[in-house]
């Protein structure tokens, strides 16, 4: 069964930066093109980073452009989302997730938990 | 990078058949067909069910079905059942390169 597992959530103050990884299994990693999702409380899913299978594009939304960092690691089938400059806007369950031929997300992961506060 | 939108609740008796919209803008839903649609419980993963506007993934009920004209698609669930209660959200490509979630609809089953 395909597996996304993040993990790096938790409660951090506003400022301050965390990095979120997404370990994964049971798909070719290193041919995927690869996102985090996220989802704010009461709120909808809002997009927040994509990277293709080599890293070498790779876009952001407005929202967090300048101050976070999408990356991936294919030797470990892992992503990562490096954030910085947190702000209470950022709360939100964070997702990974597979994006294959048409545009579709068609793996995700369960998601992790990040709060910004003092 | 605006938000597609939904209506935020829809709800309907089983057996019913309901239609849940999502308008976006010529540069994402009016320009490309890759419209897709998630249905979502709290505490779960995202799971897709319809692709492309109107394909849905293998394991998906033929009861969901999607369509698109101009800047608006719609999903419908037909033969509304008791576990199709959740939120359902679009996405849509954009001229950016990037994509777009939609606003979400809470689906209750009366």
């Known amino acids: 069964e395909v597996q996304l597992v993040e993990s790096g959530g938790g409660l951090v103050q506003p400022g301050g930066s965390l990095r979120l990884s997404c370990a994964t299994s049971?798909?070719?990693?290193?041919?995927?093109?690869m996102n985090w999702v996220r989802q704010a409380p009461g709120k909808g899913l809002e997009w927040v980073s994509y990277i293709s299978s080599s890293g070498s594009t790779i876009y952001y939304a407005d929202s967090v452009k300048g101050r976070f960092t999408i990356s991936r690691d294919n030797a470990k089938n892992s992503l990562f989302l490096q954030m910085n400059s947190l702000r209470a806007e950022d709360t939100a369950v964070y997702y990974c997730a597979r994006v294959v031929t048409g545009r579709k997300f068609d793996y995700w992961g369960q998601g992790t938990l990040v709060t910004v506060s003092s | 990078q605006s938000a597609l939108t939904q209506p935020a609740s829809v709800s309907g008796s089983p057996g019913q058949s309901i239609t849940i919209s999502c308008t976006g803008t010529?540069?994402?839903?009016?320009?490309?067909?890759?419209v897709s649609w998630y249905q979502h419980h709290p505490g779960e993963a995202p799971k897709l069910m319809i692709y492309e506007v109107s394909n849905r993934p293998s394991g998906v009920s033929n009861r969901f079905s999607g369509s698109k004209s101009g800047n608006t698609a719609s999903l419908t669930i037909s033969g509304l059942q008791a576990e199709d209660e959740a939120d359902y959200y679009c996405s849509s490509y954009t001229t950016t390169s990037t994509y777009v979630f939609g606003t979400g609809t809470k689906v209750t089953v009366l």
């Open positions: 010529s540069n994402d839903v009016g320009y490309y067909d890759y």
């Open positions: 049971r798909f070719t990693f290193s041919s995927s093109e």
